[in-house]
């Protein structure tokens, strides 16, 4: 480690250089009997520090930014600040970077693997991290008292295996509940997005509104896919969380999620079904951009009463009758 960080500093490696480690140090010295620069380091026990004893800093050779002790390890950690401040930070940026500041030359695939060690250690590694799930459910309800987690687990062919391969889980809050059921209104969004990382599956997520119609974040799952057996087990587990039967009137508003429709008339077939406004005018948006059409959309969306909302898609109608 010595000889990388002592290359490095020096800007480059000079020549085929080679390590040689003596009774009382370490030497660097060229391979090459042309160029007479040497380098030879002592420290007197392996606690102390390390002194250069004889130094001779003339070379004859000519420079290369080839650099074997440059290792993904070491790149690492001159770069951590970096990933820290900016994740998204590009390899060529990286690669670039340690070419200016160190006059060194790195591969691609080296700064590819360097920003890898650097995000799993700034965010922790995404294996490692499901491995802990149980403690981070075990810590979640002692904190959060009246907390419901439910993890489903992939068959295992084996029954003796030790190890289990995750499927799905369940996640919603205690405190989330109680205001819920205090104080909010039967309503509840739902919405599905992909995860980003090396593993594929997508987080569920069900929201209702508070008194100033802020979103009220309640349950999440994270899912193999949106499909309508993932939806109804996300569902299942709302419904059981807050007592709803097959007789509820709630109101749910989606946006068309594959599974989702037909799981709520399954599971609730007396709830009303509604769609997101924002993504029906996305939709509409497709074929008719005119800002016109999208007022007349919201103006519907905004009708507090049923005289209203008739009088206000009448005239949407009378303005375009098939948009409408």
Known sequence: MLVGVLRVTNKGQVGSQATTSTRKGKELKTQKVTCGWYIHASRSNPESDWFIRTLNQT???????????????????????????????????????????????????????????????????????????????????ATNPDTTVKIDLCSEPNPDSPTRQFRRIYVRSGPLKKGFKACLRDLLGFDGAFMKGPFLGQVLSAVGLDSNNGIYPLAYGIVESENTESWKWFLDNIGDDLDLGRNSNFTFISDRQKGLHTTVEQLFPNAEHRYCIRHIHDNMRKRWRKTEYRDHLWKCALATTIPEFEHLMKEFSQYDKEAC
Do not use: W
């Open 59 to 141: 070379h004859t050779c000519l420079q290369t930014r080839k650099l074997r002790a440059c290792t993904a390890s070491l790149i690492s950690k001159k770069i951590f600040d970096q990933v820290e401040a900016n994740p998204d930070i590009p390899l060529r940026a990286i690669q670039d970077h340690f070419q200016k500041t160190y006059q060194v030359g790195v591969t691609m695939d080296n700064v590819f693997r360097a920003k890898d060690k650097a995000s799993k250690h700034i965010t922790g590694d995404y294996t490692k991290n499901y491995e802990l799930l149980r403690d981070y459910v075990l810590e979640l309800q």
